[in-house]
């Protein structure tokens, strides 16, 4: 009897494994037969998605979401990275000192990334 339930708990492991592949192949091709037609879908070349809320499209609006989350996020890790860099400071640990200064650049790198790439001409 053991024999047969361990047989049947691995024939379900095998049957779930092979159906979450089957999903993410099928997920996949979903998704490559979308993109196929991307270009076109919305007017072609005049249409054009820039990194500010506006009400023209809701790509836009998104993307501008996005980047004030970057922002605010970034803010947030350079705020802490100082917070750590003088704390560190006071008490004179080297390794503290150099995590927080890892975290300082971090921030201001990921607050900086929105315009980064928009002088790039990344994002519009």
């Known amino acids: 009897m053991n024999a047969l339930v361990t047989k049947n708990k691995e024939t379900m492991s095998n049957n779930l494994k092979n159906a979450a592949v089957y999903c993410g192949a099928a997920a996949s091709i979903a998704m490559s037969q979308l993109a196929a037609f991307?270009?076109?879908a919305?007017?072609?070349p005049e249409y054009h998605v820039n990194t500010n809320a506006s009400f023209d499209?809701?790509?836009?609006?998104?993307?501008?979401?996005?980047?004030l989350i970057f922002r605010i996020v970034g803010a947030a890790i350079a705020c802490w990275g100082i917070f750590g860099f003088i704390t560190a400071r006071t008490n004179g640990e080297a390794a503290s000192?150099?995590?927080s200064i890892g975290k300082l650049v971090g921030g201001i790198a990921?607050?900086?990334?929105?315009?980064?790439?928009?002088?790039?001409?990344?994002?519009?």
Do not use: K, T, Y
């Open 42 to 44: 919305f007017g072609g």
């Open 57 to 67: 499209n809701i790509e836009s609006n998104v993307l501008a979401f996005i980047f």
């Open 97 to 99: 000192i150099g995590d």
């Open 38 to 40: 991307a270009d076109n």
């Open 110 to 124: 990921l607050a900086a990334a929105p315009s980064v790439l928009r002088s790039f001409g990344v994002i519009g």
